[in-house]
């Protein structure tokens, strides 16, 4: 267990998620160019209306794109390492938590994940989003399946909260079920962001 400073959004962040983000408060500005200076991750926890997630992912900071002259900056982040928050405090305006980091069960899963990356691969064609589509068919793990396609906020928290790789290709399996039941002409594409 460690210490880790918390970003609370109202997004939820998981590995090989990438997460553009406009930092403009002190306490956040602080936090970043700390985390660039020293080249630490942070962790990004969704708010509830009760408070915390109990789950959240690190994020790496992967590029300053711009610096404004009020100190104000536009970054790229990449999801790492999923963590469990056993407990939080604040300390200098900033969350900190005191955070275990998830490891999956060991467990044979590609069989699974070869079906359920067959339906994403299908979505994919029937969008026509074919552009990619020899690094779609290299992906090797469920969060990649779905980084561009956009879930509701408690879906990648019930995804997050699983240590299991089969748990989450089921919960895939029903997702991409449910849309190719109901017809890919009736999908919004915006769900799918290339």
């Not at 959004?9 to 998620?17: I, S």
């Amino acid at each position: 267990m460690g210490s880790l400073k918390l970003f609370p959004l109202g997004l939820v962040a998981y590995p090989t998620k990438v997460v553009p983000l406009h930092i403009f408060e002190e306490r956040y500005k602080y936090l970043i160019n700390e985390c660039i200076s020293l080249d630490q991750e942070f962790g990004m926890v969704y708010t509830l209306d009760n408070g915390l997630a109990d789950f959240g992912c690190s994020l790496s900071i992967s590029e300053l794109i711009k610096t404004y002259p009020n100190g104000e900056m536009d970054i790229i982040t990449k999801g790492q390492r999923i963590f469990k928050i056993h407990s939080n405090k604040v300390e200098n305006e900033l969350n900190v938590g005191q955070v275990e980091f998830q490891e999956d069960k060991p467990e044979p899963f590609l069989d699974k994940f070869d079906k359920i990356k067959e339906k994403y691969l299908k979505l994919l064609l029937q969008l026509g989003l074919t552009d990619q589509i020899e690094r779609h068919m290299n992906k090797t793990r469920s969060f990649e399946l779905i980084e561009h396609i956009q879930l509701p906020n408690e879906v990648e928290l019930l995804l997050i909260s699983t240590r299991s790789e089969i748990d989450r290709l089921k919960v895939l399996d029903e997702i991409f079920d449910q849309i190719l039941e109901k017809g890919i002409d009736k999908i919004n594409q915006k769900v799918f962001q290339s």
